[in-house]
């Protein structure tokens, strides 16, 4: 299982839209580590891995404005949390804030983010554990990766500490040389705090738009860092991605959709083989994340966490995700209600009513 950061930067490079297109190509039929066999296709509803894009930028969340055209309400999301981790129940808080965008059985999941930037102070105190939740969401049942996007400056403050626990930090940054020369300094610094703090340096990997005339071999060269994937320049299908739209066929086809799905399976191929090499086994990297403890009473799959004393609740744990909101229904036009599995490399689309 994974947990993958996406940082952005200057030059406007696409990383909210890059992670929306990871969450919707996401593969969710790969082979749970430890299990015989897959863990179950993505049409297996609940008996299938998910994923979850949590919208982490500090500068303020995207989807809700842009890809769900204003269809959810600004009372939930991340924000939401700091209080319930003052409370001691981050674990059922994320539950409650949770967003599904498949075609109804919970595979894809959204954590929408700030709706002021005002509101990232009073999270100040609550990234560690939210990072430390989602670290270990993928011992949650059904497993569950995870995308986190943290935007142009989610990586460099207080909420760095999401991309230090990240398996794989894939950066956005375009074939230009404004993009290229803005992302230089900030992927340095990114490299050499995780090299400190983190799971490495090598965790850091780029996620190349073909706008410009640098080739991956250069930009990799000039940065310091692997391509690990390119995604065409396509205006027209990324602005589907970034701010809603029709979703038809040739949307659901297009070289940026299976552009998406193949940084995630690299991103995912990349997480293992750090795994392996760093711990010599498949388990997270991140040597604080706490092993999975047998669920209190009461309080199923959950699991012991900071601050939990007899009888007491845990802080955090793993949510059962027992039931997502579902995202309201589309205007007539507009963006797709629930998107559904990926069962041929693509993305069906089901326009909402």
Same mark, same amino acid.
């Given at each position: 299982?994974?947990?993958?950061?996406?940082?952005?930067?200057?030059?406007?490079?696409?990383?909210?839209?890059?992670?929306?297109?990871?969450?919707?190509?996401?593969?969710?039929?790969?082979?749970?580590?430890?299990?015989?066999?897959?863990?179950?296709?993505?049409?297996?509803?609940?008996?299938?891995?998910?994923?979850?894009?949590?919208?982490?930028?500090?500068?303020?969340?995207?989807?809700?404005?842009?890809?769900?055209?204003?269809?959810?309400?600004? @009372?939930?999301?991340?924000?939401?949390?700091?209080?319930?981790?003052?409370? @001691?129940?981050?674990?059922?808080?994320?539950?409650?804030e949770l967003v599904d965008l498949s075609d109804g059985d919970g595979s894809r999941l959204l954590l929408p983010g700030f709706s002021d930037p005002v509101q990232a102070a009073g999270l100040m105190w609550t990234w560690e554990p939210l990072a430390e939740l989602l670290a270990v969401l993928e011992h949650s049942t059904p497993p569950c990766d995870v995308i986190v996007d943290l935007g142009r400056a989610g990586a460099f403050g207080p909420g760095r500490v999401l991309a230090?626990?990240?398996?794989?930090?894939?950066?956005?940054?375009?074939?230009?040389?404004?993009?290229?020369?803005?992302?230089?300094?900030?992927?340095?610094?990114?490299?050499?705090?995780?090299?400190?703090?983190?799971?490495? =340096?090598?965790?850091?990997?780029?996620?190349?738009?073909?706008?410009?005339?640098?080739?991956?071999?250069? #930009?990799?060269?000039?940065?310091?860092?692997? #391509?690990?994937?390119?995604?065409?320049?396509?205006?027209?299908?990324?602005?589907?991605?970034?701010?809603?739209?029709?979703?038809?066929?040739?949307?659901?086809?297009?070289?940026?959709?299976?552009?998406?799905?193949? #940084?995630?399976?690299?991103?995912?191929?990349?997480?293992?083989?750090?795994?392996?090499?760093?711990?010599?086994?498949?388990?997270?990297? =991140?040597?604080?994340?706490?092993?999975?403890?047998?669920?209190? =009473?009461?309080?199923?799959?959950?699991?012991?966490?900071?601050?939990?004393?007899?009888?007491?609740?845990?802080?955090? @744990?793993?949510?059962?995700?027992?039931?997502?909101?579902?995202?309201?229904?589309?205007? =007539?036009? @507009?963006?797709?209600?629930?998107?559904?599995?990926?069962?041929?490399?693509?993305?069906?689309?089901?326009?909402?009513?």
């Amino acid at each position: 299982m994974t947990l993958v950061a996406v940082v952005g930067g200057p030059g406007a490079p696409g990383a909210t839209s890059t992670a929306v297109g990871l969450l919707l190509t996401w593969a969710l039929d790969r082979p749970v580590p430890g299990q015989g066999g897959a863990s179950g296709g993505a049409g297996q509803g609940h008996g299938g891995r998910r994923v979850l894009l949590a919208e982490c930028d500090p500068d303020g969340g995207a989807v809700a404005a842009g890809t769900l055209q204003g269809r959810l309400s600004g @009372g939930i999301g991340l924000h939401r949390l700091a209080m319930a981790d003052r409370q @001691g129940r981050l674990a059922e808080g994320l539950d409650a804030e949770l967003v599904d965008l498949s075609d109804g059985d919970g595979s894809r999941l959204l954590l929408p983010g700030f709706s002021d930037p005002v509101q990232a102070a009073g999270l100040m105190w609550t990234w560690e554990p939210l990072a430390e939740l989602l670290a270990v969401l993928e011992h949650s049942t059904p497993p569950c990766d995870v995308i986190v996007d943290l935007g142009r400056a989610g990586a460099f403050g207080p909420g760095r500490v999401l991309a230090r626990r990240a398996d794989v930090v894939l950066v956005v940054v375009r074939g230009t040389l404004r993009s290229i020369s803005a992302a230089r300094p900030r992927v340095a610094a990114l490299r050499a705090d995780l090299d400190a703090n983190g799971t490495g =340096a090598d965790a850091v990997g780029l996620v190349l738009v073909e706008e410009g005339p640098y080739r991956a071999s250069e #930009v990799g060269a000039q940065l310091g860092a692997p #391509v690990l994937g390119l995604l065409p320049h396509d205006p027209e299908n990324a602005r589907v991605l970034s701010d809603g739209g029709e979703q038809g066929r040739r949307f659901a086809r297009s070289g940026l959709l299976r552009a998406l799905r193949s #940084v995630g399976d690299e991103a995912s191929s990349t997480a293992m083989r750090r795994r392996i090499r760093i711990g010599g086994d498949t388990r997270p990297i =991140a040597q604080a994340v706490p092993s999975p403890s047998p669920a209190p =009473a009461g309080v199923p799959g959950q699991v012991q966490g900071h601050g939990a004393g007899p009888g007491q609740a845990a802080s955090y @744990g793993y949510p059962g995700y027992g039931s997502p909101q579902q995202a309201p229904p589309a205007p =007539a036009g @507009g963006v797709a209600a629930h998107v559904g599995p990926p069962p041929t490399g693509s993305v069906e689309v089901h326009r909402g009513g």
